[in-house]
């Protein structure tokens, strides 16, 4: 059975960075391609951002280039979102999904297993 478990999430102030952590198990994590989505308030569950099964392959939503690290370590069975400069708007509830393919992709209905969440609240 596959279970993704998010953490690292919690308060911050803007402009502030956060490191969130995926934890797989499983299956084998390192076949599969990987992404981040939140959904915020009264919102829908929206792309952030995806790295393939080798981590050599990462996307972005185009809104957050520049401020978002994907990343995923193999030998640990964890992917990471590292964000920075963080803004109000940033805040959400964030899922990491698994998919069962190698590449990655920014449509939610590509993945087949989703993390709980974990919330992550940047106050003004």
């Known amino acids: 059975q596959v279970q993704l478990v998010e953490s690292g999430g919690g308060l911050v102030q803007a402009g502030d960075s956060l490191r969130l952590s995926c934890a797989a198990s499983?299956?084998?994590?390192?076949?599969?391609?990987m992404g981040w989505f939140r959904q915020a308030p009264g919102k829908e569950r929206e792309f952030v951002s995806a790295?393939?099964?080798?981590?050599?392959?990462?996307y972005y939503a185009d809104s957050l280039k520049g401020r978002f690290t994907i990343s995923r370590d193999n030998a640990k069975n964890t992917m990471y979102l590292q964000m920075s400069s963080l803004k109000p708007e940033d805040t959400a509830v964030y899922y990491c999904?698994?998919?069962?393919?190698?590449?990655?992709?920014?449509?939610?209905?590509?993945?087949?297993?989703w993390g709980q969440g974990t919330q992550v609240t940047v106050s003004s």
């Open positions: 499983g299956r084998t994590f390192s076949n599969y391609g």
């Open positions: 999904a698994s998919r069962n393919s190698r590449g990655y992709s920014d449509y939610v209905g590509d993945y087949n297993y």
């Open positions: 790295i393939s099964w080798s981590g050599g392959g990462t």
